[in-house]
């Protein structure tokens, strides 16, 4: 399903990447709407696959989990049964916040992870990546500071 995307719904779209949990009322008044065709509209946002979903952002310091890193992995077959195998099993480990597909480096894979302290990702990297069948290479940076960080998209 398509959905034109006109003036009013770019300006939902961003008051609601801002604010998740304003009521419908609140949007309105922000967008210059009437209650009723702003509801319908965000409806129509959700039922196209527009807007996602709804989650709240966490702060990963706040719980503890103070290391993110940046790991690339190498594989040693570029075959769809390989790349099945270790998405399988990337995708169940927790501490892995993003996993891309990517081409231009040496690596296969990056890996945004995120975790407690440098013991937490040596356990990690020995325990579960190292172990995946078919890795044969893993470089690893970590990030010191984060520049940018938002999850808003442009509309």
């Known amino acids: 399903m398509t959905h034109e995307i006109d003036r009013h719904d770019r300006q939902i779209l961003a008051v609601l990447q801002a604010d998740g949990r304003i009521s419908n009322q609140d949007l309105a008044d922000r967008i210059g709407l009437s209650p009723s065709p702003c509801l319908r509209r965000v409806r129509t946002l959700e039922e196209a696959g527009v807007i996602a979903g709804y989650r709240a952002l966490l702060d990963a310091r706040k ?70 069948k078919g890795v044969t290479g893993v470089h690893t940076s970590f990030v010191l500071r984060r520049v940018v960080d938002r999850t808003a998209l442009p509309v």
Not at 73 to 91: C, N, Q
């Open 63 to 132: 719980l503890g989990l103070s290391l993110m890193a940046l790991i690339g992995i190498s594989m040693d077959k570029h075959t769809p049964d390989r790349f099945a195998a270790l998405e399988a099993v990337i995708r169940d480990i927790p501490e892995v916040l993003e996993c891309l597909l990517i081409t231009g480096q040496s690596a296969d894979y990056q890996l945004k992870v995120v975790v407690r302290d440098m013991d937490a990702y040596q356990h990690l990297l020995l325990n579960q990546i190292t172990q995946i």
